[in-house]
């Protein structure tokens, strides 16, 4: 069934217009504030907590969360909530309470830096690497996953989509560095809402709110040969792989979603972290993820709603809603499109469109900005040309923000060969951020862990993901880049979530045990007096007494904790 097209008035070309202007417009704005390259890659260090707050969560609002979660909502049901209330809100308390006081006390100006300072030059010279590569590949998913939707929905040229894109977020982070942005971020965030609340209120009253549409979910479940419940709820199902559409049970699910992958990314993806390092003060870099866990615990309903929705509308109507693929299953991918197209009228249709423009360019902008610091400061700075002046770094960095989006651009069309770009990522994530957390965590609280122990460990933990991936495969795959290219298959999974949480869980494992043992039997390179403010037991404890009680980062975590539980328990 082909795609109709969908037909723009003036009105919502005219928001869409806007919308560019004004992102080009805060960027040219921003221009004269940067005149250092700490000003260009860090923001000076002067934003405010509830800014960098939202630019933390915007970072992470880009294309893979707003269609992928929404094709997960559809795929998965209430079980996509887990990404959030397990795998996301946890690790944002642990960083604002426990790592925030690390980097923003090391004075690092990048995640690999800290791990220079902590262990030694080549597990810094790893890390920078493997970063570089995953954040032009996640630009150029968000570039691909834009100019395909822009071809799908509206017909415009593939080709044409990536070169405007590419162009406008070019624009921006050339003139302002990190500080246009987080500023975008912050008006991306509220396009964000404003776009796609009336798309959830208008659905649910569709449906004839929450108790319709779980009506209609049981529809799709037992089609699909499951119990009831299985689209709406989050917890009930998770006692057996078999139960429910994810294909996990729960060990699978809090260890590998809700320990390793989430802690993983929140933890150690410089993408996140560099936003509340450039908060201006301890307590406000600390208090940033913890401010940006509020709005994120309720992001389910606004990004995993429409899913739902759309699923229900399919599975209950004659002829379906979502287009489907040549092999039978619908596309998820254009669950969240195809929802704009059917409820929004003239002009809302356009905050939508706007709304979903600007998740992906906050998504290639993120990664960019990212890229742009790791490759000035740890690769180019540590090994091509160390000791030059201010402004040399400062022209570095602009060079390498136009090479950082051409090599997106060039990711984006490479991403064209593969149809299960969303699994791959996460696979990546499976690759570099499992094994980079075990090495974390051993490093803040282990005085004891070397810096062989820590690359060494890295490599083990790398190479166990790639061991694992190879010889097991989802159901349904053939061999090859989904799994078994080892040649044989030992395990097959129920779905590919299930296979990736499970390479996160060995590669964390193996790196954890490999870089205890290499650690036990090689000296340390690192006095005590070294480590200071890098390692928990020698870090002076932060005291928050002189904050009034409601604003200290603890009372935070304790309300963010407590509000996810509840959730957790309404839709178990």
Not at 78 to 97: D, K, L
Request: aromatic share 14%.
């Amino acid at each position: 069934m082909p795609v109709q097209h969908i037909q723009l008035s003036a009105v919502d070309y005219t928001i869409l217009i806007v919308y560019f202007a004004f992102v080009l417009g805060i960027g040219w704005a921003l221009r004269r504030f940067v005149k250092s390259s700490e000003d260009f890659f860090l923001s000076g260090r002067s934003i405010p907590a509830w800014i960098a707050g939202l630019a933390f969560i915007s970072a992470n609002l880009g294309a893979q969360e707003v269609i992928g979660m929404g094709a997960s909502g559809a795929k998965y049901g209430m079980m996509t909530s887990h990404f959030y209330w397990v795998g996301a809100i946890p690790a944002m308390v642990f960083v604002g309470i426990f790592m925030m006081p690390f980097y923003y006390g090391s004075r690092a100006r990048s995640v690999p830096e800290y791990l220079k300072l902590r262990f030694d030059e080549k597990t810094r010279g790893f890390n920078a690497i493997t970063f570089a590569v995953m954040t032009v590949f996640s630009s150029g998913i968000s570039m691909y996953a834009l100019a395909k939707l822009l071809e799908l929905v509206l017909g415009w040229n593939f080709h044409t989509s990536v070169v405007l894109s590419a162009v406008i977020v070019l624009g921006y982070i050339f003139l302002g560095g990190l500080t246009s942005a987080i500023y975008n971020e912050v008006l991306q965030f509220f396009l964000i809402v404003l776009g796609f609340l009336p798309l959830v209120l208008l659905g649910l009253k569709d449906m004839g709110g929450w108790g319709g549409l779980t009506a209609k979910l049981e529809t799709v479940a037992t089609n699909a040969g499951y119990s009831a419940g299985a689209w709406s709820n989050s917890w009930h199902h998770l006692n057996a792989a078999s139960a429910n559409p994810m294909g996990v049970e729960w060990f699978g699910m809090v260890m590998g979603l809700g320990f390793v992958l989430s802690f993983g990314y929140w933890c150690t993806d410089f993408l996140v972290v560099q936003r509340a390092m450039a908060a201006d003060s301890m307590t406000a870099a600390r208090r940033t993820p913890l401010l940006a866990a509020l709005p994120k615990m309720l992001f389910p309903a606004l990004v995993i709603l429409p899913g739902m929705i759309a699923i229900a509308l399919h599975a209950t109507r004659p002829g379906g809603f979502l287009p489907v693929g040549s092999d039978g299953t619908p596309n998820y991918n254009l669950a969240v499109p195809m929802m704009l197209a059917h409820y929004l009228p003239s002009g809302l249709l356009g905050l939508g469109l706007t709304a979903l423009m600007a998740s992906f360019m906050s998504g290639m902008a993120g990664n960019v900005t990212a890229f742009n610091t790791v490759w000035t400061y740890d690769i180019y700075q540590s090994y091509v040309r160390p000791g030059q002046s201010d402004a040399h770094y400062l022209r570095v960095g602009h060079v390498t923000t136009v090479c950082g989006i051409l090599l997106s651009v060039a990711a984006a069309y490479a991403a064209t060969r593969f149809n299960n770009i969303l699994d791959m990522l996460q696979l990546v994530f499976a690759f570099v951020n499992a094994p980079l957390f075990a090495t974390f965590l051993l490093g803040m609280f282990w005085r004891r862990t070397t810096g062989h122990g820590a690359f060494f460990g890295l490599l083990t933990g790398t190479a166990a993901a790639a061991i694992h991936h190879g010889l097991v495969l989802p159901q349904g795959a053939v061999p090859g880049l989904k799994g078994a290219f080892l040649g044989t298959v030992l395990h097959t999974y129920p779905s590919e979530m299930a296979q990736n949480f499970w390479t996160a869980i060995f590669a964390w494992s193996a790196c954890f045990v490999a870089t205890i043992a290499i650690s036990l039997v090689t000296a340390r390179q690192k006095s005590d007096d070294e480590l200071k403010g890098l390692v928990y037991a020698l870090t002076p404890r932060l005291t928050d007494r002189e904050i009034v009680w409601y604003k200290r980062p603890a009372t935070l975590a304790v309300l963010v904790l407590g509000l996810t539980l509840i959730l957790n328990v309404i839709f178990w």
